[in-house]
């Protein structure tokens, strides 16, 4: 008889030990975006989230077969000054998806079992926060079941990671791009020809890693990206990079672009490429040289020098950034969605989050269009 049972890691040690299972489990889903469900990413983020969080990993097995993982992590949030219990995906600002990770034909089993483990836990959580998630979601079952069960539920902002298709030829897809983009590109190009000697290097390997990542870090620092993703010279960020780079290297992901001129670096792309595609995680230029804008002409190049490989597609990472939108209008939507746990705290958050705000945001419409047209009669 199959016996099926929740364990909840919270020990480090536990969590470094199911490596092989981990992405055992991993090789059998069907993703396009596989690199962020595997081991090694998240190991990579807990080295940055392991200063303000703790482990709260879920896995489901049968037996001794591990079925099921919702890589969690748990920490305490002030909301709107409410000082809720968070539970949320393993994640940082360069996550670009994330889900349930369940065997196929099991996500029923493993959705319903998770519900009722959650249902009898609630004690222990207050809000369960949910990014990064893909319009079909395998997590999405779960959220229902806990809906259907009187837990409150909430949908957050819908972002989208743009991308562009790498199949067709360069030629084709760079000639239906708009005249004021190759107008501008043209110019750049011109710019940085006369500041001087220009190179573009791609770092995939060993032998120039560690020049890339601090090349990498270092740009980060005064960067426009700062506030949103934070410097990768900090504590935090810069064990993620770090770890990351060396899965990185060892697992043929790695993928650095560096511009230079005159022999210093002016702008750097940090990427992961893996199963044909390829995502941008951090792309940050020396703002001292803004006014050669060399970030668009890395960019640029990059995308012109991707086309030349055998992968398929090149994504720039979750936000409607207008750069973005000037090469590419095809998107994936990621969705957000939330959980209230059945607590006071929770309880009250919910109402506050979900009426109390947009009540008052209405309020002060009606009050400004009312002042408005008070002021246009006067």
């Known amino acids: 008889m199959n016996h099926i049972q929740v364990e909840v890691v919270e020990d480090e040690d536990h969590f470094l030990g199911l490596k092989s299972q981990w992405n055992m489990l991993v090789d059998q889903v069907s993703s396009s975006h596989h690199i962020f469900l595997c081991y090694e990413w998240f190991d990579s983020v807990w080295q940055w989230r392991r200063q303000e969080a703790k482990l709260w990993i879920l896995l489901v097995w049968r037996d001794s077969t591990l079925i099921g993982i919702c890589p969690f ?40 079992t998770l519900a009722g483990w959650l249902k009898r836990c609630s004690y222990q959580w207050d809000l369960v926060d949910l990014r990064y998630l893909p319009v079909s979601a395998a997590i999405d079952t779960l959220v229902d079941n806990l809906a259907a069960s009187g837990f409150a539920q909430a949908i957050g902002a819908e972002t989208r ?34 500041a001087g000697k220009i190179e573009l290097e791609w770092v995939q390997d060993f032998s120039r890693k560690e020049v890339a990542l601090q090349t990498a870090v270092a740009m980060s620092v005064s960067s426009w990206k700062e506030d949103k993703l934070g410097a990768l010279n900090k504590t935090g960020p810069y064990a993620f990079i770090r770890r990351l780079t060396e899965y990185a290297a060892h697992c043929d992901w790695l993928s650095i672009w560096i511009l230079w001129l005159n022999g210093h670096p002016l702008a750097c792309e940090y ?10 995680l951090r792309s940050d230029y020396d703002l001292t040289q803004a006014e050669l804008s060399p970030g668009t002409y890395l960019n640029w190049k990059i995308i012109e020098a991707l086309f030349q490989t055998s992968l398929t597609r090149y994504y720039f990472g979750p936000g409607d950034n207008s750069y973005k939108l000037r090469w590419t209008d095809s998107a994936e939507s990621l969705k957000r969605r939330f959980v209230y746990g059945q607590s006071a705290l929770a309880r009250l958050s919910y109402f506050v989050e979900e009426h109390g705000i947009p009540l008052l945001r209405r ?9 408005t047209s008070k002021e246009i009669k006067s």
Request: positive net charge; hydrophobic residues 35%; contains cysteine.
């Open 73 to 112: 992590i748990r920490s305490t949030c002030r909301l709107r000054g409410l000082p809720l219990r968070v539970v949320e995906f393993l994640s940082v600002p360069d996550t670009q998806y994330c889900d349930l990770i369940a065997m196929p034909g099991e996500e029923s089993l493993i959705t319903c």
């Open 363 to 371: 309020l002060r419409s009606f009050i400004k269009v009312f002042a």
């Open 161 to 194: 990671n743009y991308y562009i298709s790498l199949e067709g030829g360069w030629e084709n897809f760079y000639q239906k791009r708009s005249r004021r983009l190759k107008k501008g590109n043209n110019l750049v190009a011109n710019h940085l020809t006369r």
């Open 271 to 280: 990427q992961l490429k893996c199963q044909n595609n390829i995502y941008a």
